[in-house]
């Protein structure tokens, strides 16, 4: 079946960049389904970060859209999240997930100097 | 933005007992290609979220039957028909109907 695994720095600082991947293994994200990140902050419930298709067509909640990027990559069978300038309210457990369905195990990111 | 509110946020049910979840839509939750995307996930505690329910109605992959769930519009709902210890946890309603897709507050289900 379908895994998700979510890899990046588990710290970082206030004003730079949060890089998370997520390698999908048993599916091939070419084939179908959006795959999209959400986030829970200690304590808290979840957000929905954004989306992207195998075509790279993305939606990305409004919040959050200045600073995110989505990227897929096909050949990798993986998906990337960039969010720009960060600080303390962006920390959180940022889980990768097929949409919806499957969720990977999630990353806690925590922003501090 | 769609709201999505859950009612109650709480709940501790004796084994065995039925139990309950509402989770009520600010806006309709239209069929869209036939389908309405009205999701529900369980967060047992120290793990990810686990999908539970789809498209309203239909039970995910090894999901037990005693988990059922129904409605339409705005309103929606989550039953459990005999309550197992294993159920502890946080239960969550997500619509992907329009972005930003939003969740619900989520229900804590504990055990007597």
């Known amino acids: 079946q379908v895994q998700l695994q979510e890899s990046g720095p588990g710290l970082v600082k206030p004003s730079e960049t949060l890089s998370l991947t997520c390698a999908v293994s048993?599916?091939?994200?070419?084939?179908?389904?959006?795959w999209g990140w959400i986030r829970q902050p200690p304590g808290k419930g979840l957000e929905w970060i954004g989306n992207i298709y195998h075509s790279g067509n993305t939606y990305y909640n409004p919040s959050l859209k200045s600073r995110v990027t989505i990227s897929i990559d096909t050949s990798k069978n993986h998906f990337s999240l960039k969010l720009r300038s960060v600080t303390a309210a962006d920390t959180a457990v940022y889980y990768c997930?097929?949409?919806?369905?499957?969720w990977g195990q999630g990353t806690l990111v925590t922003v501090s100097s | 933005d769609i709201v999505m509110t859950q009612t109650p946020l709480s709940l501790s049910v004796t084994p065995g007992q039925p139990a309950s979840i509402s989770c009520k839509s600010s806006q309709s939750l239209l069929p869209s290609d036939g389908k309405t995307y009205l999701y529900w996930y369980l967060q047992k505690p120290g793990q990810p979220p686990q999908l539970l329910i789809f498209?309203?109605?239909n039970r995910f992959s090894g999901v037990p039957d005693r988990f059922s769930g129904s409605g339409s519009g705005t309103d929606f709902t989550l039953k459990i028909s005999r309550v197992e210890a294993e159920d502890v946890g946080i239960y969550y309603c997500?619509?992907?109907?329009?972005?930003?897709?939003?969740f619900g507050q989520g229900t804590k289900l504990e055990i007597k």
């Open positions: 498209e309203v109605s």
């Open positions: 997500v619509q992907s109907i329009q972005p930003p897709y939003t």
């Open positions: 048993g599916y091939s994200i070419s084939s179908n389904y959006y």
């Open positions: 997930a097929r949409v919806w369905g499957h």
